[in-house]
């Protein structure tokens, strides 16, 4: 029996009040019968995400994990045969991942395949296909923002979503990208294996960019398709950008991946930056203690990371 073109993998943590409007979203996917599964991996959740699952969504299937293993550690569990090459060679060509937080348009998948359908019969290494993300919210005048057409990188090495926050009806992206977004993209099943895979010790934050710019190491480009769009309550699902867990995750994270990727220059800028901010946050008190001690407890746990040689990817 032949493997569905497209594994989407939906990673959840205590989402039970997230996942109906996203699964809802992959299974009304107009691509032809059979062409797409939806795999969610359940983080250990405690909130009757199992039972929601089991009563709703019988045809969708689920992996649960022992314990907690972050964004990171979900989609590398998710994806983890497609890695190992163990399935019988019924695997999927494509992986689709979508946020629990988020919903995909209709044809948002159909339109990534056909993107990287494209590209291939061009003779392009194409081995991701980023959606436009778009924020729930609305700007003063009623606008949809962008949340992100695909990462790019600041001069530091740090990552940032392109379009943040612009007008969608004045958003102009180029086709090409840094990195695609973790959040609503198509990866490329055979580019993945290359490239390595999630690395599962991130956790969460900056597995996307670091992923991406392995890819692009092993000759893999990225593109952007402007009509895939997907709908996002931004970090609906990890507490938002002033928590110690995204800090922390986010602190640590975005120096392990610059030193992986670029050393040298750009790794001391961007430690110097990082360890300037927190610094200037100290002294100012203008931030919750917790997250300042989440950025210097980030800034100790690169330091061992350094010491311990630079721990390469893992992803399982």
Known sequence: MSAPRVRAVVVTWNGA?????????LLAQDLPPG?????VVDNASADG?????????????????????GFAGGV??????????????????FVALLNN??????????????????????????????????????DDDGRVLV??????????????DRDYRVPLDEA?????????????????TSALREAGGFDASLFLYYEDTDLSWSMREHGWTIIHEHAARAHHRHMASTGGGASPVFRYYNTRNSLIVVTRHAGGVRALHSLARQSAGALT?????????????ARWRALGAYLVWLSHGRRPRSPQ
Do not use: K, M
Not at 172 to 188: M, S
């Open 49 to 69: 995400t199992a039972a929601l699952l089991a009563d709703r969504y019988p045809q969708v299937r689920v992996l649960t994990l022992p314990q907690n293993r």
């Open 17 to 25: 009040h997230l996942l109906p409007e996203c699964l809802d979203s």
């Open 172 to 188: 102009r992206p180029t086709r090409e990208v840094f990195g695609f977004n973790g959040g609503a993209a198509l990866l490329r």
């Open 281 to 293: 946050r100290l002294v100012r008190r203008d931030e919750a203690q917790a997250v300042n001690r």
């Open 101 to 138: 937080d988020a919903r995909f348009e209709p044809d948002a998948v159909r339109l990534l395949v056909a993107a990287a359908d494209a590209a291939e019969a061009a003779g392009e290494r194409v081995g991701a296909v980023t959606a436009t993300v778009l924020l729930a919210e609305r």
């Open 76 to 93: 590398a569990a998710g994806t983890a045969d497609v890695l190992a090459a163990q399935a019988g060679g019924a695997l999927p060509e």
């Open 35 to 39: 062409q797409l599964e939806v795999l």
């Open 147 to 160: 949340n992100s057409t695909g990462n790019i990188l600041t001069a530091s090495g740090a990552a940032a």
